[in-house]
T-cell receptor, first 111, second 112 residues
Framework: GENVEQHPSTLSVQEGDSAVIKCTYS??????FPWYKQELGKRPQLIID?????GEKKDQRIAVTLNKTAKHFSLHITETQPEDSAVYFCAAQYNNNDMRFGAGTRLTVKP | SQTIHQWPATLVQPVGSPLSLECTVE??????LYWYRQAAGRGLQLLFYSVGIGQISSEVPQNLSASRPQDRQFILSSKKLLLSDSGFYLC???????????FGPGTRLTVT
């Protein structure tokens, strides 16, 4: 099955700075890589995703990059704001059904 | 549009008692359904997933079981709860094949 590793586990940045979270996956057959944001006490919410036929995707201040050869994908948040503070999870979908998550990154944006 | 429901929202149960959590999806047919557990401050552990009625894949051997009696209903059960079963239980659905994957509101279970 798939194994997803996520780094760092905690990240603290100053408001306005950029934040980068990195993930690696083990199964080269994985084809879909979503990112989720989870605020305290709430369900994870999809913020951006990328498919294996695309190298980069951007949505306003959020971007995701994928390196299929290295089996790496990353989340980039620019111009961070205090409301970006949350736990972020990466995931990889294996075999079209099985979705595996990284351990999460707790992002704190200091005003 | 699709909607996913879970109940109850919160539950406090004594050790050794049974458990039944329910998840239903509206607005789609033949969804892939999933149960995840999240311990306090931790990540998302896949417990079970189902690609159709009566088809259940188990990821972690434990005292939990899952059933899918109807196309859009997924049930998580236990005959005897352990303290370590406490956590935030999330149901999720997808259409499969690299499409959006959405979580339900979750059930917060405390075993005392």
């Amino acid at each position: 099955g798939e194994n997803v590793e996520q780094h760092p586990s905690t990240l603290s940045v100053q408001e306005g700075d950029s934040a980068v979270i990195k993930c690696t996956y083990s199964d080269s057959a994985s084809n879909y890589f979503p990112w989720y944001k989870q605020e305290l006490g709430k369900r994870p919410q999809l913020i951006i995703d990328i498919r294996s036929n695309v190298g980069e995707k951007k949505d306003q201040r959020i971007a995701v990059t994928l390196n299929k050869t290295a089996k790496h994908f990353s989340l980039h948040i620019t111009e961070t704001q205090p409301e970006d503070s949350a736990v972020y999870f990466c995931a990889a979908q294996y075999n079209n059904n099985d979705m595996r998550f990284g351990a999460g990154t707790r992002l704190t944006v200091k005003p | 549009s699709q909607t996913i429901h879970q109940w109850p929202a919160t539950l406090v149960q004594p050790v050794g008692s049974p458990l039944s959590l329910e998840c239903t999806v509206e607005g789609t047919s033949n969804p892939n359904l999933y149960w995840y557990r999240q311990a306090a401050g931790r990540g998302l552990q896949l417990l079970f997933y189902s690609v159709g009625i009566g088809q259940i894949s188990s990821e972690v051997p434990q005292n939990l079981s899952a059933s899918r009696p109807q196309d859009r209903q997924f049930i998580l059960s236990s005959k005897k709860l352990l303290l370590s079963d406490s956590g935030f239980y999330l149901c999720a659905w997808s259409s499969g094949g690299g499409t959006s994957f959405c979580f339900g509101p979750g059930t917060r279970l405390t075993v005392t």
